[in-house]
């Protein structure tokens, strides 16, 4: 069975879909906020020319799902599958960004929880590569069961902290 990178995950609070050209207006709208940003190694992403060089790579990576709310279909960020290195059985989770009013925990752990449950039919290591100035991101990684084991160079070369996650025991109503 071959990973799929870019599938349809529903949870209670939120669904995650593969991300299309035509989502760009409403996740800029999100990723507009220069707050979201703050603590990220590319802290000007929330300028449009900026984000559009993310949005094109999110689209070419093939593992890019938007996050939209189950309540009231909007969308609230994305994340992203990355990496999978069949012979390690491993896969990278990141490029994760919510919405202010999103932010707190509840959100972020279904997103990554319906991304690890998913991933865990494909892989036995997920990992998350956190730069080492993003404390909410790393604190929100540790709360889903990631341990910091090291750090690595990420996609752009800078150092980045590794915390994967090998947990297999999810909550019972996910």
């Not at 989770?93 to 865990?120: C, D, P, V």
Request: charged residues 25%; proline residues 5%.
């Amino acid at each position: 069975m071959s990973f799929d990178l870019q599938p349809i995950l529903k949870g209670e609070l939120l669904e995650l879909r593969p991300l299309r050209p035509e989502d760009f207006d409403g996740l800029y709208a999100v990723a507009s906020d220069p707050l979201i940003w703050e603590q990220h190694p590319a802290s000007d992403r929330y300028q449009k020319e900026v984000f559009e060089i993310f949005f094109r790579e999110a689209l070419e990576s093939g593992g890019a799902l938007i996050a939209i709310d189950s309540k009231d279909g909007r969308i609230m960020g994305s994340s992203r599958f990355h990496g999978y290195d069949k012979e390690k059985s491993e896969i990278e989770i990141g490029w994760t960004f919510l919405a202010r009013s999103r932010w707190g925990g509840i959100y972020n752990r279904e997103m990554k929880w319906l991304m690890l449950r998913h991933a865990f039919k494909f892989v036995s290591s997920v990992i998350f590569i956190i730069g080492p100035q993003n404390l909410r991101s790393q604190r929100a990684v540790e709360k889903i069961g990631g341990v910091r084991v090291g750090s690595r160079c990420d996609g752009s070369g800078r150092d980045s902290l590794v915390l994967p996650n090998h947990c297999v025991n999810f909550p019972r109503h996910w």
